[in-house]
């Protein structure tokens, strides 16, 4: 018999993904935004997009600029696992790695070649998002392994939910940009990882849910071993 979900539960697991992934890409953005123009907030508010130096200091504050995101998302979903894990915080440093790997190995190439920064339209935030976001999961599905979790499930769903909310995004500002409206890169960037994040999160979380309420009950009805009877 499969587990009874609360609905306030998802309802909340889902705002934390929404709000984790807009607010974390937003921060990650503007704190590149300091290393480059430090307290300089009419430069950080006119800033469009233009291909990043090929130096070690872009490396290195691409590499930090992914890994804020990764805190933000962790953080934020963390808050809504604990209690259903016996420790959050290997899901964080999952979530973390899964953002680091993304800069290493999405990020540093595009630099290498010179078209990160300046590749137009939303496909870059795209890119950051989905990738960041996918191979963060990829970590937390086998920590959730490691710890006897079956989460394949929620994996797929979640990936499929990452697809979903870029094309979900992709049409709400294609729709403002058909009517002229100009939200500002900021509120763009946070609008694309709210939706990313909040599909992927109302596709996924229940699969994700069912997997840690079975863990538990299989805990529950592990019969105790008496070692002094032994």
């Not at 960037?189 to 079975?214: D, P, R, T």
Request: hydrophobic fraction near 60%; charge should be negative.
């Amino acid at each position: 018999m499969q587990p009874n979900i609360n609905g306030r539960m998802l309802l909340r697991w889902i705002a934390a993904n929404a709000l984790g992934l807009g607010v974390g890409f937003v921060a990650a953005i503007q704190t590149e935004m300091l290393f480059k123009f430090g307290f300089d907030w009419e430069k950080h508010w006119n800033w469009t997009g233009q291909a990043v130096d090929q130096d070690v200091f872009s490396y290195v504050i691409t590499l930090v600029v992914l890994l804020v995101a990764g805190v933000i998302l962790g953080s934020a979903q963390a808050l809504i696992l604990r209690g259903r894990l016996n420790t959050v915080a290997p899901w964080i440093l999952a979530t973390v790695a899964g953002f680091v790997v993304c800069a290493v190995i999405i990020d540093w190439p595009l630099i290498a070649v010179g078209v990160l920064g300046s590749i137009p339209g939303p496909v870059e935030p795209f890119i950051l998002t989905v990738g960041g976001c996918a191979l963060a999961s990829v970590f937390q599905f086998m920590m959730l392994r490691k710890a006897g979790i079956h989460g394949s499930k929620w994996l797929l769903l979640w990936i499929i939910g990452l697809v979903a909310g870029v094309v979900l995004t992709g049409v709400v500002i294609m729709s403002f940009e058909s009517f002229a409206i100009s939200i500002g890169w900021p509120l763009e960037l946070f609008v694309n990882g709210f939706f990313v994040g909040g599909v992927a999160a109302l596709l996924s979380g229940k699969a994700l849910f069912v997997a840690l309420a079975e863990r538990q009950e299989q805990s529950d009805n592990t019969p105790m071993v008496d070692n002094d009877a032994a």
